[in-house]
């Protein structure tokens, strides 16, 4: 069963506005991360978050955790249309923490 | 630095028939991993290798086999292909097993059985 699910499942944006994407997960962990893929192509790696942090940045990214709710947040500020991709979560469980589970992604647009 | 690479792209394969798909890292990381990733889902694990040596089921592993030849390369081997592993693969490698560590992916391959 997955652990994550993402939610918007698909999210249609102008390019300038921010977009935000939503991971909720069902057991405690150590550490989520957040992948881009775009079509047709491998993930790559975004930003890894840890269970005892409760927001990162790295460029035009924002990074939420709240573990007492079990969920994370993507923030995209000035979307550009090179960041039309899925967005996917993946955490690791507190017990077998030593794989990444991954979430079924967010499908984002960015209209020019 | 190639990072992860994949063979073949694209193969059809019809019921039954085998293949193996091949997946190699430069990047000397400890850790491979193969995934499959179905229309609207994330990527399920099937098989991982921890270090040179070990590998283990992960969360789809019927039907496959593995082998992890040397640190660099790690195969994924299905010995009688059906319908519902129509998917697409991925190969990944990170410097060891743990969820904080970056997980580097292949391009993938786009496998149909029919």
């Known amino acids: 069963s997955q652990q994550g699910e993402e939610d918007p499942q698909a999210l249609s944006i102008q390019e300038g506005e921010n977009a935000t994407m939503n991971c909720s997960y069902k057991?405690?962990?150590?550490?989520l991360q957040w992948y881009r893929q775009n079509s047709g192509r491998g993930l790559v790696h975004l930003i890894l978050?840890?269970?005892?942090?409760r927001e990162k940045h790295s460029g035009r990214l924002r990074v939420t955790l709240d573990t007492s709710k079990k969920s994370s947040s993507l923030l995209i500020t000035a979307s550009r249309a090179a960041d039309t991709a899925s967005y996917f979560c993946?955490?690791?469980?507190?017990?077998?923490?030593?794989?990444?589970?991954f979430g079924q992604g967010t499908r984002l647009t960015i209209n020019p | 630095n190639a990072g992860v690479t994949q063979t073949p792209k694209f193969q059809v394969l019809k019921t039954g028939q085998s293949m193996t798909l091949q997946c190699a890292q430069d990047?000397?990381?400890?850790?491979m991993y193969w995934y499959r990733q179905d229309p609207g889902m994330g990527l399920r694990l099937i098989y991982y290798?921890?270090?040179?040596?070990?590998?283990d089921k992960g969360e789809v592993p019927n039907g496959y086999n593995v082998s992890r030849l040397n640190k660099r390369e790690f195969s994924l081997r299905l010995e009688s292909a059906a319908p519902s592993q129509t998917s697409v693969y991925f190969c990944?490698?990170?410097?060891?097993?743990?969820?904080?560590?970056?997980?580097?992916f292949g391009p993938g391959t786009r496998l149909t059985v029919t």
């Open positions: 990944a490698s990170s410097e060891a097993l743990g969820g904080y560590r970056e997980q580097y």
């Open positions: 978050i840890r269970s005892n942090e």
């Open positions: 057991t405690s962990i150590n550490n």
């Open positions: 993946a955490t690791d469980a507190i017990q077998g923490a030593q794989k990444l589970v």
């Open positions: 290798s921890a270090s040179e040596g070990t590998t």
């Open positions: 990047m000397n990381h400890n850790s």
